[in-house]
């Protein structure tokens, strides 16, 4: 068995294992439903729920690893179950006239004020 940290690290979730146990304490993992201390062991057929950026990713773990390895073994030792996010837009465009006016809407005004050089 594996530490789950050392796993989520192993199969690349989180770029280092410091990093993984940080969201371990923080309660940003849960194995089996249930919040996961860092050194939780972890077995082939448990569920791992990890909230990245306010979505949770859902991992079966296939096969328990502790080394960081190479992406086809990845592929091999975890079953992806995260459904597909939705294609909203990340950064909605300001409403018209709401705000800093833009460079551009700054010439028009600087043109309909009769400051055209």
């Not at 594996?2 to 969201?23: C, G, H, M």
């Not at 089996?32 to 079966?60: C, H, M, T, W, Y």
């Not at 328990?64 to 597909?84: L, M």
């Amino acid at each position: 068995m594996t530490r789950v940290d050392a796993w989520l690290w192993a199969v690349r979730v989180y770029k280092t294992r410091s990093i993984a146990t940080t969201a371990c304490r923080a309660g940003h993992v849960r194995v089996n439903g249930e919040r996961a201390k860092a050194a939780q062991p972890v077995k082939p057929g448990d569920e791992i729920r990890v909230r990245i950026s306010g979505f949770d990713r859902i991992l079966v773990v296939k096969q328990t690893i502790a080394k960081r390895v190479g992406a086809a073994v990845v592929g091999e030792s975890v079953d992806e179950r995260t459904p597909p996010r939705d294609p909203t837009p990340i950064m909605a465009q300001r409403d018209r006239g709401a705000g800093r006016p833009t460079k551009r809407e700054r010439r028009d005004i600087d043109r309909l004020r009769g400051r055209d050089a």
